[in-house]
């Protein structure tokens, strides 16, 4: 299993910016692919973005051209820059690692937009 470790959330004005981190416990290149999630209240995780090992990415239409994920592998971190935020970006965000069979999860961060 991977342990996950997410910082960078907070508190920010719509249109602002924010960018989180999630530091993994073993080297990316272990890891077939790492994603973002985010919920919020009273509704369902959901995808935000993805990042496989050889560093092909996917977004959710939600986020395409505002939100960009990209990895470090010296330091074993994935990113999550978020621009233009809305205040429906509201959540917690996750992240999580597949390795095989097995999916591992962060604790989360919580990122509020306010209007």
């Known amino acids: 299993q991977v342990q996950l470790q997410e910082s960078g959330g907070g508190l920010v004005q719509a249109g602002g910016s924010l960018r989180l981190s999630c530091a993994a416990s073993?080297?990316?290149?272990?890891?077939?692919?790492m994603g973002w999630y985010r919920q919020a209240p009273g509704k369902q995780r959901e995808s935000v973005a993805q990042i496989t090992s050889l560093g092909y990415t996917i977004y959710a239409d939600t986020v395409k051209g505002r939100f960009t994920t990209s990895r470090d592998n010296a330091k074993n971190t994935v990113y999550l820059q978020m621009n233009s935020l809305k205040p429906e970006d509201t959540a917690v965000y996750y992240c999580?690692?597949?390795?095989?069979?097995?999916?591992?999860w962060g604790q989360g961060t919580q990122v509020t937009v306010s209007a």
């Open positions: 999580n690692a597949n390795r095989g069979p097995v999916t591992s």
């Open positions: 073993r080297s990316l290149f272990s890891i077939d692919a």
